[in-house]
């Protein structure tokens, strides 16, 4: 029997949706070998468990202890369900916050930790894990014996949608105060900048492979002959070559255009969050195996030094 | 203060790369230092230059081979590096986060830092676990991704923002002694100077093995096993163009005309 504790993702008064793709995930593996599933909401709203009552589930356990999101109260809480429960996979999600407290689980409970898992499997004693490497480029399988901490990529597998009748129980933790070590003051959210971009209908967007603040002209000039706004991966804006708000991804905005042109992006999973619900995607890249291909359904394979000026001729 | 700053050296593959069982095959291979670890080697060069580090240490799990990656790092500005290897990592892969925490450990324990930058995570197994993981393992306090760092330090407290999804950023205070993972964009890197590349060479690159560090070697075994890499299967029907620029940028505007983007 494989037992397993799935953690519940929540911010700021809202769950959010990887906590339904870890019920599927939670079910699938304790289905594979005949255990239980069982959720835990720590520092959730009351409705949280209610919401989160799937098929599949087992018990819910409800942690309430402070306001705001602490990694140290989630990691002693997660480690006295686990000597409560026994479970043999902890699955959180590969969030931010996830993150933030998930390889100090696996650390305290000596347990190995596997990051970022895009399928998983086990027959009770093998954990098979399916993770990427080098931005999504390569795929590997991993193996593993014994318990783990898990976490899970997000927007990877269904939700589990269908309703249950898990029971839904508090569980009372001791916190030890003397121990945390950080305080949350606040949030802030990233102004809205000089155009949105989650409102354009033709996106011209660029990323590392312009390789120069001076090359950017090029997809000015380009989006002005398509009548297009621009926008960027990750690196262009870390560099200072155009604003915060022109950000494509995990860490910027979620755009969903009719067309997408990804000029020398690579297709990280952080960047393709943000753009993958576009209409029609067209990738312009020297390289047949970048994961943007994956998504796209037009590409060329090329130099974009080559392709773009003809682009803005053919345009005009 | 002093700064602990963990530097990657990381591997890169090249356009048209083959794999061969378990390993991508050494020509399509290069090496480079770690983006992120850039990111935390430059905070920590700020730090030291508004007088707030009094010493930089740049530590390295790796071969002789990434001594070159180290010198980078120095050339930038950091005081003196120490690079780790032992023969027991021949033939290990550093899969299992807890190995690279075991072995930052022991030199945490050396040199005792006030503060340890990290990146977020590794380009190239994009992990994005050991600072955290690290951090519990030698009782430091800890944030995941941050972006930006206040630099008083008053009261012996790290204000920082952390980066979370969506253009939310969390306010968070850290007690020190802590550790940072550092995102990209918190700075920018600077390039090394002509001058710090030739003061680099003179620079103290202490190399430590098992021994020197009491490391027990039959605590280093990895519970994770690699068994498989592959290319991903793609699942879309992608159209590509190939060939002539020409060519290719025609196709394009055809499309572009058919989707009613040019005139
Ligand atoms: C917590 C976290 C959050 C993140 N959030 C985001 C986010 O919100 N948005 C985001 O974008 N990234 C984000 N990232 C970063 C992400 O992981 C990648 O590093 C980033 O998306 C890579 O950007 P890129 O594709 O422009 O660069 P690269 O990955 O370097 O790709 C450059 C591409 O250009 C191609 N190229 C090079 N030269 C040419 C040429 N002459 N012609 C045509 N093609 C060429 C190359 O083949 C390559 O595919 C985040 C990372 C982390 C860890
Ligand atoms: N072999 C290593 N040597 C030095 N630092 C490392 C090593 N492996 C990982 N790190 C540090 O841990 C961070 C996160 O790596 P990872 O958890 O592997 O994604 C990196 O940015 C490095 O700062």
């Given at each position: 029997m494989t037992d397993i504790l799935a953690i519940m993702d929540h911010r700021r008064g809202e769950l959010r949706n990887v906590s339904y793709e870890l019920i599927t995930v939670g079910c699938q593996l304790a289905n594979e070998t005949d255990g239980k599933l069982h959720l835990a909401v720590i520092n959730?709203?009351?409705?949280f468990a209610e919401k989160l009552n799937r098929e599949g589930i087992d018990t819910i356990y409800t942690v309430d202890y402070g306001q705001e999101f602490n990694h140290d109260v989630y990691t002693q809480a997660i480690v006295q369900l686990y000597d409560t429960l026994a479970p043999k996979y902890i699955l959180t999600p590969n969030s931010v916050n996830g993150l933030d407290y998930a390889p100090a689980v696996a650390n305290q409970l000596e347990l190995p930790i596997v990051t970022d898992t895009i399928d998983l499997a086990t027959d009770g004693e093998t954990l098979i894990v399916t993770r990427e490497m080098y931005g999504g480029k390569i795929e590997t399988t991993i193996e593993l014996e014994g318990m783990a901490v898990v976490t899970i990529r997000g927007a990877k597998w269904p939700m589990e949608e269908n309703p249950g009748d898990a029971a839904i129980k508090p569980f009372d933790v001791e916190i030890d105060e003397g121990a945390l070590g950080t305080m949350v003051n606040g949030f802030k959210e990233i102004s809205g900048g000089d155009v949105d971009i989650s409102e354009a209908d033709v996106l011209v967007s660029v990323g590392r492979?312009?390789?120069?603040?001076?090359?950017i002209d090029l997809i000015h000039e380009l989006a002005d002959a398509l009548d297009a706004t621009v926008s960027a991966s990750r690196p262009i804006v870390d560099n200072g070559w155009l604003p915060k708000s022109r950000q494509v991804g995990q860490s910027g905005k979620i755009v969903t255009p009719d067309i997408y042109i990804a000029i020398g992006?690579?297709?990280?999973v952080q960047h393709v969050a943000g753009m993958k619900g576009s209409d029609t995607i067209i990738a312009i890249n020297t390289d047949p195996n970048a994961p943007i291909m994956d998504i796209a359904d037009y590409a060329i394979r090329g130099d974009l030094f080559e392709v773009i000026p003809k682009l803005i001729e053919l345009s005009k | 203060m002093k700064v602990l700053v963990t530097v990657k050296e990381v591997t890169t593959i090249e356009d048209g790369f083959e794999i061969e069982g378990t390993k991508i095959s050494e020509k399509y291979l290069s090496t480079d230092l770690n983006e992120w670890d850039d990111y935390a080697i430059e905070e920590a060069v700020q730090l030291q230059e508004e007088g707030i580090a009094d010493e930089i240490v740049t530590v390295t799990i790796g071969p002789e081979e990434c001594e070159e990656t180290i010198r980078k790092a120095l050339a930038k500005g950091a005081n003196r590096a120490v690079r780790v290897w032992d023969d027991t990592l021949e033939d290990t892969d550093l899969l299992d986060v807890s190995i690279t925490s075991e072995i930052l450990r022991a030199v945490v324990e050396d040199e005792d830092p006030d503060l340890v930058l990290m990146g977020v995570q590794a380009a190239d197994d994009n992990f994005g676990a050991t600072g955290v993981f690290l951090a519990k393992d030698i009782g430091y306090n800890w944030a995941a991704v941050v972006n930006h760092l206040e630099h008083d330090f008053e009261d012996g407290v790290a204000t920082v923002r952390r980066e979370l999804e969506s253009g939310v950023e969390e306010y968070t205070d850290i007690e020190l002694p802590a550790v940072l993972t550092i995102q990209t964009g918190i700075n920018e890197p600077r390039y090394a100077s002509l001058r710090g590349i030739r003061q680099a060479q003179r620079k103290d690159l202490n190399c430590k093995d098992f021994v020197d560090l009491s490391i027990n070697k039959d605590s280093i075994e990895s519970r994770l096993s690699l068994t498989e890499m592959y290319e991903p299967e793609s699942e879309s029907d992608v159209v590509i163009w190939e060939g002539d620029a020409e060519k290719t940028a025609f196709q394009l505007s055809e499309l572009l005309r058919e989707k009613g983007v040019v005139g």
């Open positions: 959730g709203a009351k409705e492979g312009i390789e120069q603040e001076e090359n992006i690579s297709g990280a | -």
